[in-house]
């Protein structure tokens, strides 16, 4: 059975939350997230795929931003970008951010399924890749990791 539905968890040291539900498109083609995190600081926060599930030291144990393209750091809608990158979220006055984005290149199943690896928010905007700086092509600089979580399979109720 091709996964078709999934869900993170999000949990960071202070006092950001959040759920994420993943769902696969029409055909497979894209992939949608839609949730609330709270608590974060009111603004851009960086969100993304991490390589892997590992959460026993935090973030600094997901590994990079999941690029199995080898390629720099990018934006959600760059033709070169790291399949997990996707882009940043906006926290409202209140530290909500509500999540409703639909992705091209992530997937649940087959070639860059992401099930299993991990979501990341950060503590700062996303600069894209576009500060030309080396940092910023390779990962984008965003500060530390706010909250994250592992991306496992949900329940589909059709
Ligand atoms: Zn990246």
Partial sequence: MEVTRAICVLKGPGSVSGTIRLKSGEGGHSTSLTGEIFGLTPGKHGFHVHTFGDISQGCGSTGPHYNPCNETHGAPQDKKRHVGDL????ADENGTAHVDMVDRLIRLA???AIIGRSLVVNEKEDDLGKAGTKE??????HGAGVAWGIIGIDEDPK
Avoid at 87 to 90: K, Q, S, V
Wanted: proline share 0%; hydrophobic share 15%; glycine share 24%.
């Fill in 136 to 141: 910023s092509i390779e990962s984008g600089t």
């Fill in 87 to 90: 882009g940043n979220i906006e």
């Fill in 110 to 112: 087959g070639k860059y």
